[in-house]
């Protein structure tokens, strides 16, 4: 029993910070622990990404070192101990999913939440506990529901942010079904929609169609239906970082940043008109397509107008074939093409829908980001 009590108390320390902190006289160790993993919720919600790294390793740590120490004992021959240490585990992984579980919510969420808590307590109860089942049945019971106050929409963001590839197909589900649009849930579904955590290994295969599982296709088309427009940037950041991949994925990347509508991609895009060196080639079976940045650039900026890629000759085969649908199967046409947009855009660039509008600005992609989970 003093084994444990020692071991207690250190993961608590470890838990309340540095042994050479300065907490206050009065608090008790278990104020201590609530008080970090308070910090360690506003931190990884910070704005900050790099408060936001740090906190995330912070919490591996802690979640990693009380783990390994309270699991040593799970063996032990007293049954008390073994009893104690079980609650003690069970306790402490609740503590851990909710830290991360609040700080994948907004304040707003938050106050949504608390709400929640009163009038449907039990669906707060599935949300936060480890039980798969019960998720799934919270999330179809959201699915059916007219909820036009969004106010069970942060359940639906922690359910994004489970671990159970079916408890997030779920979420997607009721986000499709109730029309949540909230711009944390659409950043999460861009996620979603590239992590390579989430990509099913199908072999070699370069004509597999966007080289995508389920939950990817499913993110992509939820994200076609809310059409929000601060996804153009990622989504567009994204299908660039992936010229060099053949299975056809910035396709189906690029055609859902287009049909955000933002029309602030134009002049992010512009520049891109000049960047026609060729990053690959493929044959779609009739002949040898070529692609470039260029192709990439113009085939979002036609399509965000409103004109008609067939009008550019860009070799624009059927989305779900698997194919890349931008590129050209000569430079001649490619160029052609190129100075179609640039004469049709010094006709137009002064139209009050065209004018002044701001680059945005396109993101570093972090191909590891959607697999962060919480349960």
């Given at each position: 029993?003093?084994?444990?009590?020692?071991?207690i108390?250190?993961?608590a320390?470890?838990?309340?910070?540095?042994?050479?902190?300065?907490?206050?006289?009065?608090?008790?160790?278990?104020?201590?622990?609530?008080?970090?993993?308070e910090?360690l919720?506003?931190d990884?919600?910070?704005?900050?990404?790099?408060?936001?790294?740090?906190?995330?390793?912070?919490?591996?740590?802690?979640?990693?070192?009380?783990?390994?120490?309270?699991?040593?004992?799970?063996?032990?021959?007293?049954?008390?101990?073994?009893?104690?240490?079980?609650?003690?585990?069970?306790?402490?992984?609740?503590?851990?999913?909710?830290?991360?579980?609040?700080?994948?919510l907004?304040?707003?969420?938050r106050?949504?939440?608390?709400?929640?808590?009163?009038?449907?307590?039990?669906?707060c109860q599935?949300?936060?506990?480890t039980?798969?089942?019960?998720?799934?049945?919270?999330?179809?019971?959201?699915?059916?529901?007219?909820?036009?106050?969004?106010?069970?929409?942060?359940?639906?963001?922690?359910?994004?942010?489970?671990?159970?590839?079916?408890?997030?197909?779920?979420?997607?589900?009721?986000?499709?079904?109730?029309?949540?649009?909230?711009?944390q849930?659409?950043?999460?579904?861009?996620?979603?929609?590239y992590?390579?955590?989430?990509?099913q290994?199908?072999?070699?295969?370069?004509?597999?169609?966007?080289?995508?599982n389920?939950?990817?296709?499913?993110?992509?088309?939820a994200?076609?239906?809310?059409?929000?427009?601060?996804?153009?940037?990622?989504?567009?950041a994204?299908?660039?970082?992936?010229?060099?991949?053949?299975?056809?994925?910035?396709?189906?990347?690029?055609?859902?940043?287009?049909?955000?509508?933002?029309?602030?991609?134009?002049p992010?895009?512009?520049?891109?008109?000049?960047?026609?060196?060729?990053?690959?080639?493929?044959?779609?079976g009739?002949?040898?397509?070529?692609?470039?940045?260029?192709?990439?650039?113009?085939?979002?900026?036609?399509?965000?107008?409103?004109?008609?890629?067939?009008?550019?000759?860009?070799?624009?085969t059927p989305?779900?074939?698997?194919y890349?649908?931008?590129?050209?199967?000569?430079?001649e046409?490619?160029?052609?093409?190129?100075?179609?947009?640039?004469?049709?855009?010094?006709?137009?660039?002064?139209?009050?829908?065209?004018?002044d509008?701001?680059?945005?600005?396109?993101?570093?992609?972090?191909?590891?980001?959607?697999?962060?989970?919480?349960?």
């Open positions: 029993m003093k084994t444990l009590a020692l071991i108390f250190a993961c320390l470890l838990l309340a910070g540095p042994v050479w902190a300065d907490p206050p006289a009065t608090s008790s160790t278990p104020e201590l622990v609530r008080q970090r993993m910090k919720s506003v990884l919600s910070s704005a900050d990404a790099g408060v936001r790294s740090a906190a995330i390793k912070t919490l591996d740590v802690l979640q990693r070192t009380m783990i390994e120490s309270l699991t040593s004992h799970m063996n032990d021959r007293d049954p008390e101990v073994r009893a104690r240490v079980a609650a003690l585990l069970a306790e402490f992984q609740r503590q851990i999913r909710t830290t991360r579980a609040m700080a994948c907004s304040d707003t969420q106050q949504r939440l608390a709400s929640l808590q009163e009038s449907h307590q039990e669906y599935a949300m936060f506990g039980g798969k089942q019960l998720k799934l049945s919270v999330l179809k019971d959201i699915s059916r529901k007219v909820d036009r106050q969004k106010i069970y929409e942060p359940l639906v963001i922690l359910g994004l942010y489970s671990q159970f590839e079916d408890v997030q197909l779920a979420a997607i589900d009721a986000v499709v079904q109730s029309g949540y649009d909230n711009p849930l659409a950043a999460r579904l861009v996620e979603l929609s992590s390579p955590g989430n990509v290994n199908y072999g070699y295969n370069p004509y597999n169609p966007y080289g995508v389920n939950l990817q296709a499913q993110a992509l088309a994200l076609q239906k809310i059409r929000s427009l601060d996804t153009a940037a990622p989504l567009t994204i299908a660039f970082s992936l010229m060099n991949d053949y299975s056809g994925r910035q396709a189906q990347l690029a055609d859902t940043a287009a049909q955000t509508g933002n029309l602030r991609l134009l992010t895009l512009l520049p891109k008109l000049a960047e026609t060196a060729i990053t690959r080639s493929m044959s779609n009739v002949s040898r397509i070529s692609y470039t940045n260029a192709d990439l650039a113009l085939y979002i900026m036609v399509t965000v107008t409103g004109q008609s890629v067939e009008d550019y000759n860009i070799c624009s989305i779900n074939s698997g890349n649908s931008m590129g050209f199967d000569s430079n046409k490619r160029m052609d093409a190129i100075k179609r947009f640039r004469e049709w855009w010094d006709k137009n660039k002064d139209l009050p829908k065209y004018k509008l701001k680059p945005l600005v396109l993101p570093d992609v972090n191909h590891n980001t959607g697999s962060d989970t919480i349960d």
